[in-house]
């Protein structure tokens, strides 16, 4: 594989993620997913939305391997990794997978380009420059400052960065815009939505807010660990509508 490729641009028409016959119980018979499957092509905005408590997260952290199924398989970027052994599993993570979370999950007390270098010196690839990046996410002239001096929005913009460094196949994130405003947030999705549409890269967002969803291509909405709809996105009251009804099938 040529080091100079985004993974993204090698994955061809096979789809980049494919959950079959999904499930997750936890101790006390808890069932955080059943039978969910789902399959995404390259290049996909899906966000993934649910009452609070219908498997979002754990859906993610299945997808991402993060987590194991208890049955079913999940094939990422080309690789069946659900009952992959540890060590080949964090590897594939790192070469395959970047990750944006709420809380940024970034070292405060290193500086931007500290951090954008963190994947490379643990192994992982580096397939995109660190200059390049920090310009596609609006940060040049930032490298050198402490990442605990930034805001909550620059923040999350040096998290995305660090996550297209590697070229990944899929950008998960989990409520990327939690802790933002509005206009910032905006600023974020609009930042998912160019590495979706410029560099072909599939993003799996979950979140809470219809207006967040409405930047992506398509909505999953679970409710009690299934899957109720999977159609194209429609616009932010419209989810909000669906929300409310899956929402309200699960109290009733
Ligand atoms: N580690 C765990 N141990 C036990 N139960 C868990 C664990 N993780 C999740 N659960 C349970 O699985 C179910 C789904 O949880 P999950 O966090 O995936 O939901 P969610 O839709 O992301 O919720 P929220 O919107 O509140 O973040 C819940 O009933 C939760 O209590």
Request: with cysteine.
């Amino acid at each position: 594989m040529s080091p100079a490729l985004p993974a993204a641009r090698l994955d061809g028409m096979e789809p980049v993620l494919e959950l079959k016959d999904v499930a997750r119980t936890f101790p006390r018979g808890i069932v955080a997913l059943q039978q969910v499957s789902l399959s995404v092509g390259a290049g996909e905005f899906v966000a993934v939305m649910g009452a609070t408590g219908s498997g979002k997260s754990t859906l993610l952290h299945c997808a991402a391997g993060l987590d194991r199924p208890s049955s079913g398989s999940v094939r990422l970027a080309g690789r069946e990794i659900s009952r992959l052994r540890e060590r080949p599993l964090t590897r594939w993570r790192r070469d395959r997978v970047g990750f944006v979370f709420q809380s940024y999950n970034l070292l405060s007390e290193l500086t931007v380009r500290q951090n954008l270098a963190l994947p490379g010196r643990l192994g992982g690839p580096r397939r995109r420059g660190i200059d390049e990046v920090l310009a596609a996410v609006g940060l040049q002239g930032t490298g050198s400052r402490p990442v605990g001096e930034l805001s909550g929005g620059q923040r999350q913009r040096v998290a995305i960065a660090r996550a297209l460094v590697t070229g990944p196949s899929v950008i998960f994130a989990d409520e990327p815009t939690g802790a933002l405003d509005p206009t910032t947030g905006g600023q974020i999705l609009g930042l998912l939505r160019r590495a979706v549409d410029r560099d072909g890269v599939t993003v799996l967002m979950v979140t809470h807010d219809p207006v967040a969803a409405a930047w992506s291509d398509r909505l999953v909405l679970l409710r009690a660990g299934t899957v109720a709809t999977d159609a194209a996105t429609p616009d932010a009251p419209a989810i909000a509508d669906r929300l409310r009804a899956v929402s309200t099938a699960v109290a009733a």
